[in-house]
């Protein structure tokens, strides 16, 4: 079993920054990949990006490609999600997730059925 725990989140002004961390315990050893997802009322959950755990390889939704970006720290367990350049249409829960499966090339786990470990979720709320 991993367990994860977000936290960071908060309230923000458009425009402005914050920084989601998620930090793993349990069988770190078994995550190939971890992601960044988020929901907001009424939609689906979303993926934002995800890292690979070994060699740090990165994807990102175009929706956020050039404000957010992700990064690990292998020693602390820990994955973060920077963001900058907030938008209201940010606003939602953001849940962090681990996948033990492992995808290679340029191949990623992008949906939500694809992870087999979640945190409780953080919520990120940007004003206008």
């Known amino acids: 079993q991993v367990q994860l725990v977000e936290a960071g989140g908060g309230l923000v002004q458009a425009g402005g920054s914050l920084r989601l961390s998620c930090a793993a315990s349990?069988?770190?050893?078994?995550?190939?990949?971890m992601g960044w997802f988020r929901q907001a009322p009424g939609k689906e959950r979303e993926i934002v990006a995800a890292?690979?755990?070994?060699?740090?390889?990165?994807y990102y939704a175009d929706s956020v490609k050039g404000r957010f970006t992700i990064s690990r720290d292998n020693a602390k367990n820990t994955v973060y999600l920077q963001m900058n350049n907030l938008k209201p249409e940010d606003t939602a829960v953001y849940y962090c997730?681990?996948?033990?499966?492992?995808?290679?090339?340029?191949?990623?786990?992008?949906?939500?059925?694809?992870?087999?470990?979640w945190g409780q979720g953080t919520q990120v709320t940007v004003s206008s």
């Open positions: 997730a681990a996948t033990r499966a492992n995808y290679f090339g340029g191949a990623y786990p992008r949906r939500d059925s694809e992870y087999d470990y």
């Open positions: 890292i690979k755990w070994s060699g740090g390889a990165t």
């Open positions: 349990g069988r770190t050893f078994s995550m190939s990949t």
